[in-house]
Structure formats: structure tokens, C-alpha cells
């Protein structure tokens, strides 16, 4: 099934601008992780997913494993009718590897099953549209059952509108949110993006997979909330050798790098995610080892947990 071509995110963007419209709210803007796992299938932990819910709108980053009905989980637990799998129809990406796309399909096709009736607005690197018209293709034949049988379901409603990200800056704005892409370096990987967003008077940043990252140092400058990935530097040098090590180093950020990150950014809160623990979660303090330099508020997140 062809899509559109991607949507301009320029002119998409200016047609924001040009409403008015404001990314101040009447309420605070809720950040909610639906999961904060890794590639490792941990049962507890599902694929990376931050939902950040505003004026009962909900915003996804990443569709990790699980998503759909991590958010619909998160939806009963806490009352939020936004993260109902029908009202799922956003979702940014930090980059393409599989434990953040692996429930891009769930979320393509599950909310527009059980009733969603918009499409799913899908922002990401390049290599997100093609992702998606291939997601369209090997789906055909459930999706021509489902609208040429007795479900009757509208395909219109199901065709996402993909706006692939040329760089850094500006690409979404509504009278909820508005959201800054941020370059970010993680490893081999030609485009990857954090998140800086505004919304419901609450300024929060994401990191998604990266190296110590300075655009995300200069994005979160006293923000109310930074969402950020880690990994254990006490596990670190115990359990890989030289080859392997500088995998994690150019992919990822350590406790101690994050401990310097946060000193100089100052968040009000910080939040791990995607934590790698190099070894049974119970024997791996990643807030103790942060907490030798850095002295703020920081906790290690769990999914469905709310801030």
C-alpha cells in the first residue's frame, strides 16, 4: 500500500505559526513511561515509550515493544483517557533501532481496529517513511479483511501522515505542545534525535539512545523534567572487554557522565530510562552512582510510573 510522500515539515511548521496558537495550557503536562527496557527482553521493562499527556492529548516518543497496550495499561491505572489505545494518533521517534520501532505496527494498526478515527501523525529520521510503507505492505492482507470484509473499517483513518525530520530545530507545534528535535550522536547512526518539549507549563526533555550529548546538556537548562538513557559505570569496565566497551561508549551515556551532564543542566527532576544494568537489576544502584556528584532530585524510572 503506497503512502504519501512525507509531509514538509517546514510548511507543516509554519502553518502553525502563522494560527497563533501557543504551547501554554491550563493544566501541567503529565510525563508517563510506558516503557524504559532495552533489547534485553525483560518482562518487567517494555520497549523504550515516554507518553507526555497535556489538556487530554497524548504524545508518544518511541514505540518500543509493548505500547500499545503498555499506554491503554496506564490509561486504567491512572485515569488518563488520553493514553486510551483509541487516542493514540502521535508519535515522534529518536531514531530506527528495533527496541524503539518494534511497536510501530502495534500502533499503526491496534488503535485503528478497536476505533481510532485519525490517522497517525509519525514524525522521525529519514528512513521512517520507507519503514512505514514497508509496515503498510506486509500488513496488506489484514488490512484489505478488515476494510473490504465484514468490519468494514475505514482505510482513511488508518494511512499515517509521515513528516520525516531533515535536522535539528522546530517540528511540531498545536495549542498543546511544542517539540524541538535535537541532534544527538549515538554511534553509527546518521541521524538520531532527542527531544526538547513545552507543553502544560512544563518544560521536559528527552534524550532517547545517546552519548554524553552537549545539545542535550544546552536543551535542559534548569527544565522541570529530563528523561534521560544510562548505563551502569561501576558494571562497565567488569563485565565487557575493549571490543564491546566501545560499543556502549559511543552509543550510550554512563552514571557518571550523566552525573556531569545533569550538574552543569540542572533539571529539577531527573529521570533514568533505558537503563542498562550490566547484570541482575537488584545488585546495580544507578541512582547511588549518580548521586556521588550529582546532588539533585533523580530517580530511577520504572514503566507506568507518572511525573
Same mark, same amino acid.
Given at each position: ?17 502563522? &494560527?497563533?496558537?501557543s ?5 501541567? &503536562? ?22 507526555v499527556v ?28 488520553? $493514553? ?23 500502533? $499503526? ?15 522521525g529520521?529519514?528512513?521512517? &517513511?520507507?519503514m512505514?510503507?514497508h509496515l ?7 488490512i484489505q ?14 494511512e ?29 547512526w ?14 521536559i ?50 552514571t ?9 543542566s ?42
Amino acid at each position: 500500500m503506497p503512502l504519501p510522500k512525507p509531509t514538509s515539515l517546514l510548511v507543516l511548521f509554519a502553518g502553525f505559526l502563522g &494560527a497563533g496558537t501557543s504551547a501554554g495550557a491550563a493544566e501541567p &503536562a503529565k510525563v508517563v513511561l510506558l516503557g524504559t527496557g532495552t533489547p534485553i527482553p525483560d518482562p518487567s521493562s517494555s520497549g523504550p515509550c515516554v507518553a507526555v499527556v497535556v489538556n487530554g492529548h497524548s504524545y508518544l516518543f518511541d514505540a518500543g515493544p509493548g505500547v500499545v497496550r503498555r499506554a491503554q495499561a496506564a490509561s486504567g491505572k491512572f485515569g488518563i483517557e488520553a $493514553l486510551d489505545a483509541t487516542n493514540l494518533t502521535h508519535v515522534f521517534f529518536t531514531h530506527l533501532h528495533s527496541d524503539h520501532t518494534l511497536g510501530y505496527p502495534d500502533l $499503526l494498526l491496534t488503535p485503528w481496529v478497536v476505533g481510532r478515527r485519525q490517522p497517525l501523525q509519525v514524525f522521525g529520521p529519514k528512513g521512517i &517513511a520507507a519503514m512505514t510503507s514497508h509496515l503498510m505492505e506486509a500488513y496488506g492482507a489484514d488490512i484489505q479483511v478488515r476494510t473490504e470484509g465484514f468490519e468494514g473499517l475505514n482505510k482513511r483513518t488508518l494511512e499515517p501522515v509521515v513528516h520525516e525530520i531533515e535536522g535539528a530545530g522546530p517540528v511540531y507545534k498545536d495549542e498543546n505542545i511544542s517539540v524541538r528535535a535535537l541532534a544527538v550522536p549515538h554511534g553509527s547512526w546518521p541521524q538520531a534525535f532527542g527531544y526538547a518539549i513545552e507543553a502544560g507549563g512544563r518544560s521536559i526533555v528527552i534524550s532517547g539512545d545517546t552519548a554524553l550529548s552537549e545539545s542535550i546538556a544546552e536543551a535542559c537548562r534548569q527544565c522541570d523534567v529530563l528523561v534521560h538513557e544510562v548505563y551502569s559505570a561501576d558494571r562497565f569496565d567488569l563485565v565487557f572487554g575493549q571490543r564491546r566497551g566501545r560499543y556502549h561508549a559511543n552509543f550510550h551515556t554512563s552514571t557518571k557522565q550523566l552525573a556531569e551532564l545533569a550538574a552543569k543542566s540542572k533539571p529539577k527532576l531527573l529521570v533514568l530510562y533505558h537503563q542498562l544494568y550490566f547484570g541482575p537489576q537488584q545488585e546495580v544502584d544507578l541512582v547511588k552512582e549518580i548521586r556521588r556528584t550529582y546532588h539533585g532530585i533523580v530517580v530511577n524510572g520504572q514503566d507506568l510510573t507518572v511525573y
